[in-house]
């Protein structure tokens, strides 16, 4: 996979032509009167590929998706999607993506086969062609047994696969979804994601945002880090953690009243041995590459934290070096 | 025109997919059916109590053209007149409303190729469709009740549906600037008042002279003047003057519409 | 009124206070506009000579106290209808005040008392109006306010009752199209009841407007006899104790499971 020289230049230093990527940007940019809601981003798109904007609450990427979508206008820059301008195309644009927003717009007044149905029509498929569409994908989304009910009593997992069904009615070569698990439990999630693998496997290009860091490095072969409008890094999950962070993290977690009294201690203690030390509100966190190493040192120099674990590193520990802050406040 | 409109074309009657969001509502009542249905019966009580109950302390009025008719003949135009423009009053505001801020309903199509025109192309239609089922319903009332003796009175059917247009056109272009519930009381205060001062309920001479001209200028009074002079064969140009200003009224308001819809949706 | 209650009643004027503008304005603009269209425009072509139907009165006259009565109803039929729905399903009050030590019937008193409340607003102000556009002949109006509230209350508990046990609102357009709006217009309101076709006139007496309208009139007018407003409040009475026992008992069905 990172046979493709792009991943390791980076997106900011791509010059991929617009012909070859589905979606193409360049400084493009999104206000609302005075608040900059994205700031000049530069990103590519390739077909086929899991692409996701990994960012807390506010960094933009929910303005970047609409401008996607085609029913936000751009400020400034270049956009293209599917190698068609939004603001001249947007009608054939949309008739082509699949779009899951942040909040499900499902209708309410009708049954979960029909909300699949007139959103066929509405592509302009005709009705046999919608019902057997609408069929399958219930299938797909494990629905058929719920497909006369009314949306209103659907959990929030079974809504937010409706929403994705509904989305992939028009056979979507190109998929939009922002958060979307959000607000799910753990066993729903598990569900979602196993159904846009899928998806991603039979070739549809899929772009996403999420604050979860768990979900970037589960779907998307490669991402960007948006904080504060811009991207601040971009790469495959891999890489990003390779070069933003070392291989193991040690978490310390330590009595409240010592927290204070281990200011610099811990580095001096460590030289060498730790990258980089983060202290956070509840615990201490050791960058190193050998985190048992540190672990060791920790204790031998008479310290007793209440408890300590090794991990591997994850996008969360690229997001806080990046940004000085963790992705969920 | 192109076929393709762009996002912001400032008078964007949209991709000529405007049928679909009819279908949708048909979808959608074909599960409620009985609300459609039963506002069929809205008129139907009015004109029974109006005319057959009021009607014998009233006797009979001047019509349109002088003669006297009788106080039921006289009111079953207006009261068809009413409801066509108070359904469409209701569809284009507490409905389109609703569904605009709450239901999200236009946020989900506007993810399709359908654009702002479809949408305010599509209500527009949908409530006028249904405000012609509810006309040609109440016009066999009134011929079962032997309550109109012109069959130029057949022509009101489309006359009721342009009065529709025109509410709601205004109703819909209204709407697109209330932010919330309590800015739906407005349109009980103007709806009320014309509804009341149109000429529905006695001639317009019963009104002293200023007041005479300004219900003048109400669609309701344009839309039963014209209503009234078909059903009672009492034609003249003055519905000239009546089909243009309806007209009119409602193309000002889809035009709002379709620029006020851009600015709420397409942020 | 228990102590619950009364936070039940707080609660809903607190949520009222914020929509009170508007539906001050119209209690005020709406007696006024159906006065001057129908019972001044209108009456002009109804007073005539020798019209006896309405027993020697102007039609204002006669239609004034019809309107308080038709009024209260609506005003009753609306406010225990969407908000009581709003407050068990879609903003779920109620649901979030039994979690509290308010019970059931706390809920059922607190909210009636409310639109009990309501309707002495929209009563005063419409009878203020009745009074100014000249179209009472009696003191005895002023007791026309408490018989608006009651005849607004034998709507609002059986309706409040009914409304419990509603899944969504479109029940509610059923009985606005073919219960409250027909009773307005053939309960005596507009003409007398007399003039109904004999088979319909029954029916129209068992309904609680015809007896709200005939004893607003009777008081506004000063005629009638004690007996006949005794029957009248009687009817009005059995209405409300009927509703209210019926709202504890849908109200404890839907709220507590």
Not at chain 1, 149 to 161: H, Q, T, Y
Not at chain 3, 97 to 109: E, H, K, S, Y
């Amino acid at each position: 996979m990172t046979a493709d020289p792009r991943y390791h230049r980076g997106p900011m230093a791509q010059a991929q032509s617009p012909e070859s990527s589905l979606i193409h940007a360049r400084g493009l940019t999104k206000r609302f009167g005075d608040f900059t809601a994205v700031d000049a981003i530069d990103f590519d798109v390739a077909p086929g590929e899991a692409f996701g904007f990994l960012g807390p609450n506010g960094a933009g990427k929910t303005s970047t998706m609409r401008m996607i979508g085609c029913v936000s206008p751009k400020t400034e820059g270049t956009l293209t999607v599917l190698g068609m301008e939004p603001a001249t195309y947007g009608p054939l644009i949309r008739a082509r993506i699949g779009v899951v927003p942040q909040e499900d717009t499902l209708d309410q007044e009708m049954t979960v086969r029909d909300n699949l149905v007139i959103y066929g029509r509405y592509f302009n498929l005709p009705r046999a062609e919608a019902r057997r569409r609408a069929d399958q994908l219930l299938d797909f989304v494990q629905l058929t047994e719920r497909a006369e009910s009314s949306v209103e009593p659907l959990s929030g997992g079974m809504k937010r696969r409706l929403t994705i069904a509904r989305s992939l009615i028009n056979e979507p070569s190109l998929l939009l979804l922002d958060e979307p698990t959000t607000g799910l439990d753990p066993q729903a999630r598990h569900l979602l994601w196993d159904r846009l693998y899928r998806l991603k496997q039979r070739g549809t290009t899929l772009v996403l945002t999420t604050h979860y860091m768990d979900e970037a490095e589960q779907l998307c072969d490669r991402l960007v880090v948006m904080d504060k409008a811009r991207i601040v890094a971009g790469g495959s999950p891999r890489e990003l953690i390779d070069q933003y962070s070392s291989r193991e993290v040690l978490e310390l977690r330590f009595a409240s009243d010592i927290v204070e009294s281990l200011d610099g201690q811990l580095e001096q203690l460590l030289d060498g041995r730790a990258e980089r030390v983060e202290r956070l509100p509840d615990r201490v966190l050791v960058y190193a590459a050998d985190g048992e190493a540190a672990a060791v040192a920790v204790h031998a120099a008479g310290l007793r934290p209440e408890s300590s674990l090794v991990r591997r590193s994850t996008l969360e520990d690229v997001f806080l070096r990046l940004t000085g802050r963790s992705l969920i406040e | 025109m192109t076929v393709l409109s762009r996002v912001s074309s400032p008078f964007a009657f949209g991709s000529g997919r405007a049928r679909f969001l009819i279908e949708r509502n048909v979808y959608v009542y074909r599960r409620t059916y009985m609300t459609l249905v039963s506002g069929f019966f809205e008129p139907l009580f009015y004109l029974l109590a109006m005319g057959f109950g009021l009607g014998v302390l009233v006797g009979q009025v001047p019509g349109p053209d002088g003669r006297d008719i009788s106080y039921t003949v006289f009111i079953a135009p207006a009261l068809l007149a009413a409801s066509a423009m108070n359904g469409a009053i209701y569809d284009s505001t507490f409905n389109v409303f609703f569904k605009l801020n709450y239901e999200k309903v236009y946020n989900a199509v506007l993810a399709t190729p359908l654009g702002v025109g479809d949408v305010a192309l599509g209500e527009i239609i949908w409530a006028l469709i249904r405000g012609q089922l509810y006309a040609i319903g109440f016009m066999g009332v009134v011929l079962l009740l032997g309550l109109m003796p012109s069959a130029w009175g057949l022509l009101a059917v489309p006359a009721s549906v342009l009065l529709g247009f025109a509410a709601a056109g205004l109703g819909m272009a209204a709407t697109s600037f209330m932010k919330t519930w309590q800015d739906l009381d407005l349109v009980q205060l103007v709806v009320l008042p014309v509804f009341l001062f149109s000429g529905t309920f006695y001639p317009l001479s019963v009104y002293p002279e200023p007041l005479r001209t300004i219900v003048q200028f109400s669609p309701l009074y344009r839309g039963t003047d014209l209503i009234r002079r078909l059903m009672t064969g009492a034609l003249d140009p003055v519905m000239l003057l009546d089909l243009g200003y309806l007209a009119l009224l409602g193309m000002v308001g889809l035009a709002i519409v379709s620029r006020r819809l851009d600015k709420l949706l397409l942020k | 009124m228990t102590a619950p209650a009364v936070h039940v009643f707080e609660h809903r004027l607190v949520s009222y206070r914020r929509t009170f503008r508007g539906s001050l304005f119209s209690s005020f603009l709406q007696p006024a506009l159906f006065l001057t269209a129908m019972g001044v425009g209108l009456g002009a072509l109804v007073n005539r000579p020798g019209n006896a139907a309405l027993g020697g009165v102007s039609y204002l006259v006669f239609l004034a106290p019809g309107l308080l009565a038709g009024t209260a109803m609506q005003t009753a039929a609306f406010e225990s209808t969407f908000p009581v729905m709003a407050a068990i399903r879609w903003v779920r009050s109620y649901v979030a005040m039994l979690a509290t030590p308010i019970g059931v019937n706390d809920i059922v008193i607190g909210q009636l008392a409310w639109i009990a409340v309501r309707l002495t607003m929209v009563a005063t102000i419409f009878v203020a109006i009745m009074t100014l556009f000249g179209a009472t002949h009696s003191p005895a109006i002023l007791l026309a306010i408490p018989v608006a509230v009651l005849t607004g209350m034998a709507f609002s508990a059986p309706i409040a009752a009914f409304s419990a046990t509603q899944e969504n609102a479109e029940g509610f357009n059923m009985l606005f199209r073919f219960v409250i709006n027909p009773l307005f217009l053939f309960s005596g309101t507009f003409f007398p009841v007399g003039q109904l076709p004999a088979l319909l006139q029954p029916i129209a007496y068992v309904t609680p407007l015809y007896h709200g309208v005939a004893l607003a009139r009777q008081l506004s007018l000063g005629t009638g006899t004690v007996s006949e407003a005794i029957l009248h409040g009687g009817v009005l009475v059995a209405f409300v104790v009927v509703g209210v026992v019926a709202c504890l008992i849908t109200f404890r069905q839907r709220l507590v499971k």
